[in-house]
């Protein structure tokens, strides 16, 4: 195909893969340390470096149309989240980070079997592709860390307040590990999963694109602002602080210990921008322009209590989890499971990142022997993941299709019906031409 395309053959080809997050979801933007693991499935480009400044952009799949730009004039619109912008995020990353500003063009062709929408980071896994694309033609090196911190950065061209997990797991992962990803230094520990189980996804078949929508953001800046009437309330220099965890940080405490400095400074009503003013005492242009993202400046309720709850309970469930892998407990893969079912009701109830459909499949999930079950990657949509000890696997993987995907109205198509298992894959790599 990359023939009938270009009129020629690739020089090299880059993989990056997809993820799952087993534990920790919506924190690592608010500092803390999340548990995912690299999928299987990947994003694989087909490069060949070309004299011109030309860069032509062709998929696999026909429903993602082609696209070519010079590649000294990278523009990326933010209101629309084609495909294609997803690739030049990466290369805008690594172009910027060099400093450069003639590139080289190329002719890339994409493929990929990470179902989009998911929840299974296919957009970040075609950012750290492009990033890594990007870097080999210009026959530059840079870390695997290097590279994930770039690539977290540059995927905020589209428009998504992101905190760089996918990024980090997509280089970082290793095959046969789950990671402990943590933040501010960016570093990975190996995190061994129970060899008795299996991690198995199902696609709630709802699609969701966090670029595409304001729930993402919303959630960021709610978290960022619980951060900052903490920070006041504690005395802290607010204005300086972003992020829960910094709270927590500044003061020394434990996350049980922040959990209740929460319940006493903040109120479960939903806070309104004025009264966010209010305590901080700033006025409202203030917040629009100094606090909150162009697309959240219009948001009218902000509900602050239930999100840094969610984060700081979510925070404990991760180094929980990674505690209990450790020491391997007889009953290691019941208390696992109880933390993931634990954190979905978190993701449920107080971020409220779910959906009736997720719900539902979590629900079908655990009835058919899933010890854990839960919503994965951002949520509002996309997968879920469980874990299911091995033996029942077969019983599980047919009671459940015949439970969620063999509707009597045939309303789910075929192709978005999956469920599989899965194991812990590698990271991203190039792959050189014999």
Not at 155 to 167: A, K, L, V
Not at 342 to 348: A, G, V
Not at 418 to 428: D, E, I, M, Q, R
Request: glycine share 8%; proline share 5%.
């Amino acid at each position: 195909m990359f023939n009938s395309k270009f009129g020629s053959i690739p020089k090299f080809y880059v993989r990056a893969p997809g993820r799952v997050n087993i534990i920790g979801e919506h924190i690592d933007y608010c500092g803390y340390s999340v548990l995912p693991m690299a999928v299987e499935q990947d994003v694989l480009i087909a490069v060949e470096p070309v004299k011109t400044y030309a860069l032509q952009l062709a998929n696999t799949n026909p429903l993602y149309p082609d696209f070519s730009t010079s590649a000294n004039n990278i523009q990326i619109d933010k209101t629309k989240p084609l495909w294609h912008n997803y690739f030049l995020c990466g290369l805008k990353g690594i172009q910027e980070h060099f400093g450069l500003s003639n590139l080289t063009g190329m002719n890339c062709l994409v493929d990929g079997n990470i179902p989009p929408s998911s929840g299974l980071s296919s957009s970040s896994a075609l950012v750290c592709c492009a990033g890594l694309v990007t870097l080999t033609v210009l026959g530059r090196n840079l870390s695997k860390v290097e590279l994930a911190e770039i690539c977290a950065k540059s995927e905020r061209y589209i428009g998504t307040e992101g905190g760089g997990m996918d990024q980090s797991i997509s280089f970082l992962a290793e095959e046969g590990t789950a990671k402990l990803i943590e933040f501010s230094p960016l570093r990975a520990t190996d995190v061994k999963l129970p060899s008795g189980a299996v991690s198995l996804i199902a696609n709630s078949c709802v699609e969701m694109n966090k670029a595409a929508t304001s729930h993402f953001n919303i959630r960021v800046m709610e978290c960022r602002l619980a951060a900052k009437l903490l920070a006041k309330y504690k005395s802290l220099q607010w204005d300086k602080v972003l992020r829960l965890e910094e709270v927590q940080a500044k003061l020394g405490i434990s996350l049980e210990e922040m959990l209740l400095v929460t319940e006493d400074a903040l109120h479960p009503e939903p806070y309104n921008p004025e009264e966010i003013c209010r305590c901080l005492g700033i006025s409202l242009e203030e917040l629009r322009t100094q606090i909150l993202s162009p697309n959240t400046q219009d948001v009218l309720i902000f509900k602050l209590y239930q999100r840094a709850k969610h984060v700081y309970s979510e925070a404990a469930r991760v180094l929980q989890f990674k505690k209990i892998c450790e020491e391997a407990p007889e009953n290691m893969v019941q208390l696992l499971g109880e933390l993931m079912n634990q954190s979905h009701m978190s993701c449920r109830d107080m971020y409220e990142c779910s959906c009736p459909e997720l719900d539902q499949l979590v629900d079908i999930c655990r009835k058919f022997g899933a010890q854990g079950s839960r919503l994965t990657g951002a949520g509002w949509g996309g997968c879920t993941v469980s874990m299911v000890p091995a033996d029942k696997l077969p019983s599980f993987l047919a009671n459940v299709h015949k439970a969620y995907y063999q509707r009597s109205d045939g309303s789910l198509a075929p192709e978005k019906q999956s469920l599989f298992a899965t194991k812990p894959g590698g990271g991203a790599l190039v792959l050189l031409e014999a």
